[in-house]
């Protein structure tokens, strides 16, 4: 009894004293505000120059690592992490891996269809798409529900669908990713809000980008950290079509089961 007083009056202590230190923090801010704190303008400069980075590269490979939050019915926050791959080739091919504790999925795109394979369950599913990686994109979306969070990073124009709802952004100022210098920008529009942070210098590729739920009560996060990235790599055209493995059923998506981030029956709360 006495360790567990003990330790309770440390985190008392510990709470007080991060609690007056973030005051002290804000405090400061408002009565000196940094030059870097800039407003909404410099924010969609950084962005811009981001998305045109990202559309004039023909090709790219790069690793990622996702954490999603979500929060149970009692209110407890649980974090779930997955890690995956992107190979793209622009215009229209498209092969993402992605990894977790409850899933193990590759999404195939060669331009005319899309393919999506359950490594653990060892099936997959047919989607008669043709088109660019945008429209891909979009359809997903619109008609088949399937919104992988972070995925307009991918689009040819980056910038128009992560500020079509923005009512806020700022430029934070600068932090450091994996040892890289970024420009840090935090937006908001109705229902989320979001960061990124990007690499400074004549490469402005996004190294981090977490969006905040403020529609679902505990405010989950979903973040996304980028890392390995090679512009102009020009991938083998069968790394995009898929081929089943020995034994793989086709079935319909909607009975394709085990591919999310989280365990079946999971409340989600975050999306973009």
Known sequence: MDLFLHRTGLRRLFKGALAAMT??????MIAQPSARAQGGDDAMEILKAMSEYIGAQQSI???????????TPELQKLQFTSSGQVLLDRPNKLHVT????YADVDFYFDGKRATLYGNNVNAFANLDVQGTIDQLIDKLRGEHGI?????DLLFSH????????????RHIGRGV???????????????TDWQIWVEVGPK???????????????????????????????????????????????????????????PPGTPMGVKR
């Open 23 to 28: 005051l002290g923090i804000w405090l400061a």
């Open 61 to 71: 490979a790069l690793l990622f690592d996702s954490d999603i939050e979500v929060i």
């Open 98 to 101: 992605r990894h977790g504790g």
């Open 147 to 151: 919104d992988a969070p972070g995925a």
């Open 158 to 169: 980056a910038i128009d669908g992560m500020t079509a709802d923005v009512i806020d952004a």
């Open 177 to 191: 990713v994996d040892g890289v210098e970024c420009e840090h920008l935090a937006f908001r529009d109705t229902d």
């Open 204 to 262: 402005p590729i996004p190294h981090k980008y977490i969006i905040t739920s403020k529609a679902t009560a505990g405010a989950p996060q979903y973040t996304l950290r980028i890392s390995g990235w090679k512009s102009n790599t020009q991938p083998p055209v069968d790394e995009f079509t898929f081929k089943p493995p020995a034994g793989a059923k086709q079935i319909d998506l909607s009975a394709l089961s085990g591919i999310d981030e989280v």
